[in-house]
T-cell receptor, first 117, second 112 residues
Framework: GAGVSQSPSNKVTEKGKDVELRCDPI?????LYWYRQSLGQGLEFLIY????????KSGLPSDRFSAERTGGSVSTLTIQRTQQEDSAVYLC???????????????FGPGTRLTVL | TQLLEQSPQFLSIQEGENLTVYCNSS?????LQWYRQEPGEGPVLLVT???GGEVKKLKRLTFQFGDARKDSSLHITAAQTGDTGLYLC????????????WGLGTSLAVNP
């Protein structure tokens, strides 16, 4: 596809269940980011993958959160034992992975709205 | 502590009015971006500014990067209902052009 896609678009789950969110980046983009956005608020960085390098996990809020990126393309964000405070929109972005110079522009997917009951 | 402060947080105006929103920091950024996000969508890049004092125009939108590269503003002339959305600024520090610092955004509503 032409842009970043995410699935599902909406997910409702019960407290304590595990959820998996998927991101398909733009073809050829080596960098992939996950963010969390609470209602009407800015973006909270979660994790960043760049090529084959070890991911930057510095934004993950707890060990219940994990992410992987298979084959340098599709990524899955997993939240274990979900809590009500995990309810938010989870956004994925990808970029060319250009080093140095100006900002390596990120292209965002439409997000997954997670609701934990 | 929010590293990028955006103001105002909310703004509701009538169609045809002018407005300015601000993005301020005590830190120096090598470059800064503005995004607009509509409900149910991800943010979409509007502009990238890289030089202190730089002014960029995109139709009715004028973006300015402060001389010291610590702040930026977005001015919209004759706002339209299609300008409604969340405006986010994001900055990059020198030597790290990927991990951006995000503001919390200005939520703009343009009423007909």
């Amino acid at each position: 596809g032409a842009g970043v896609s995410q699935s599902p678009s909406n997910k409702v789950t019960e407290k304590g269940k595990d959820v998996e969110l998927r991101c398909d980046p733009i073809s050829g983009h080596t960098a992939l980011y996950w963010y969390r956005q609470s209602l009407g608020q800015g973006l909270e960085f979660l994790i960043y993958f760049q090529g084959n390098s070890a991911p930057d996990k510095s934004g993950l809020p707890s060990d219940r959160f994990s992410a992987e990126r298979t084959g340098g393309s599709v990524s899955t964000l997993t939240i274990q034992r979900t809590q009500q405070e995990d309810s938010a929109v989870y956004l994925c972005a990808s970029s060319l992975g250009l080093a140095g110079g100006i900002i390596d522009t990120q292209y965002f997917g439409p997000g997954t709205r997670l609701t934990v009951l | 502590t929010q590293l990028l402060e955006q103001s105002p947080q909310f703004l509701s105006i009538q169609e045809g009015e002018n407005l300015t929103v601000y993005c301020n920091s005590s830190s120096v950024f090598s470059s800064l971006q503005w995004y607009r996000q509509e409900p149910g969508e991800g943010p979409v890049l509007l502009v990238t500014v890289v030089t202190g004092g730089e002014v960029k125009k995109l139709k009715r939108l004028t973006f300015q990067f402060g001389d010291a590269r610590k702040d930026s503003s977005l001015h919209i002339t004759a706002a339209q209902t299609g300008d409604t959305g969340l405006y986010l600024c994001a900055g990059a520090y020198a030597g790290n052009n990927r991990k951006l610092i995000w503001g919390l955004g200005t939520s703009l509503a343009v009423n007909p």
